[in-house]
């Protein structure tokens, strides 16, 4: 189950550790950033994984659990948002505790990430919007890529955080003091990945209205420390969660991209240079982007 392995952070209460081993995550927003990554990575089976902003963990171990065989790294630059502690430090016991050992976390700001076709699979979820100059970030992303591996990038929308958060003034305030780098709209994000030498797989939004309902919902009681209540609603926002994650793309939800190294790059062979020339990928057609009916 997605999130059970929180039960292993010392930093959240007995309660909190406990309602984890019995529903899972605890998060309304991971849940729904857990629903598309789901969705984008079918048929992938990647031996090397990069969590570009790993938190606290959540998805370097669900993915470190969905590919057994692949080895998962998780890096961040150590500073919790939301003051529970060392992001690296809480990670590294929970993957002793854990035993899930095909795991390995590592201080990095992403501005100093080197690797150079290293990686199957690089995710960034929910991590950019954070980063100030983010599209140097997300050239280094596209460069740690192996030839056909994929790079996975959730973020808001340009301005989404701004609105949808009228059910708690202090997340909207959060929001947008915490939100200092650059928002991208799918098809902007799209035109910056292609300009480092990606094919664009996927490009579209998480939005759904029953979705952000339940999203606004658990946020709010969330970021209010209201978890009693939060407990009792929370597998019901779940199953919204999962009911508007396959419903309809309106359009109104964040930034949700899944973009492919062309194989004919050798391993290691530098791509665009971001100066917005992409590289040619033989046979790529944009008309055959997947995305979801508007």
Known sequence: MFGRVQRFRSDLSRPQRWYAALCGNLSPSAETFRVQLDRCLTGLSPSKVLDAGCGKGTFSFYLAQRFPSAQVVGVDLCPDLHALGSNIDVCREMQERSGILNTRFEKLDLHELDAAGEY??????????????NEDVIRRLARALAPGGHLHI?????????????????????SHDEHVGREYEPEELSAVLESFGLETVV???DGGWLQGWAWRIGESLRFRRRLVRLAIVLPFLKLMIWIGGRSIDDG???????????????????????SGVAASASGFDRSARVSQPR
């Open 252 to 274: 109104t939800g964040n930034t949700v991209v899944l973009a492919r190294k062309p194989r004919s790059l050798s391993r290691g062979e530098p791509e665009a240079d971001g």
């Open 120 to 133: 199957d699979l690089v995710v960034s979820i929910h991590v950019l919007e954070h980063i100030p100059d």
């Open 203 to 205: 490009c579209k939004t």
């Open 154 to 174: 959730q973020m808001p929308r340009n301005g989404e955080h701004a609105s949808g958060h009228h059910l708690c003034e202090e997340l909207a305030a959060w």
